[in-house]
């Protein structure tokens, strides 16, 4: 089996022609996808044809077949907000791997994702993280978060973390992670806000203006820390 290498370093003519005079071509009628996501599509599955050979052929009854696969690849590429880069990379991994066969589309996902992300934590770590910081770590004011990636779907989501049951919680968070999570791919996630400082405020009620025959005022003040002897 040859190396993902192997094949990129293949002249880009000749895979570029293998592709644009292949029967399979990524379809072109409505919603048209853009030109540069079906040349990169073509290309995948031109590599993929040429590292798997009849196992790639097998998997498809029809040309028919083979476009619509590509449409579905071309779509969810397109939705995810994947980057040309981080697709190729995907598909070295995939060829590197040796696998029997080529893969599927949720696998090739998968090796998308796993491209230059090393940095961010685990899904269920941030999960988890965002829980605590709203339960027993709610009053620690030294709270190290995983990442800004982290920080950023608390501060848009955290406020539901104890009003809404786990399963609730859980979708909501999975619906911000995916939207933090191409932002952080595309390079345009933002800064997380930062917390205003806690503002230096006169006490409510002055030591001098408290009666002392007054058990209420008195007891107030005890708590405030204005006690008198």
Known sequence: MKSAQ??????????????????????QSEPKLPDELVDIVNYIFGVFKITWGRKYS???SSTNEIKSTKRQWAGSFLRLGLTTQEIKAAMEMAVDAASEWP???????KLCYQTNLTELPDKDAAFK?????????????TFAWLHNIVNLIDQDIGRYATTESERQFKTRFNKAW?????????GV???????????NLPPLVQAANIDP???????????RGYRRD
Not at 103 to 109: C, R, S, V, Y
Not at 189 to 199: S, T
Not at 213 to 223: N, R, S, W
Request: proline share 11%.
């Open 6 to 27: 192997d094949l990129l370093n293949k002249s880009p003519v000749t895979l570029e022609t293998r592709c644009s005079t292949s029967t399979t071509a990524t379809g």
């Open 58 to 60: 097998s998997r498809f």
């Open 103 to 109: 893969p599927e589309l949720p696998d090739f996902l």
């Open 129 to 141: 993280q965002i829980v605590d910081r709203h339960g027993r770590y709610r009053t620690n004011e």
């Open 178 to 186: 995916d939207k933090r999570y191409r932002q952080f791919r595309q």
């Open 189 to 199: 996630m933002p800064e997380p806000k930062l917390a205003l400082p806690v503002p």
């Open 213 to 223: 025959e007054c058990p209420i005022q008195k007891k107030l003040a005890e708590l």
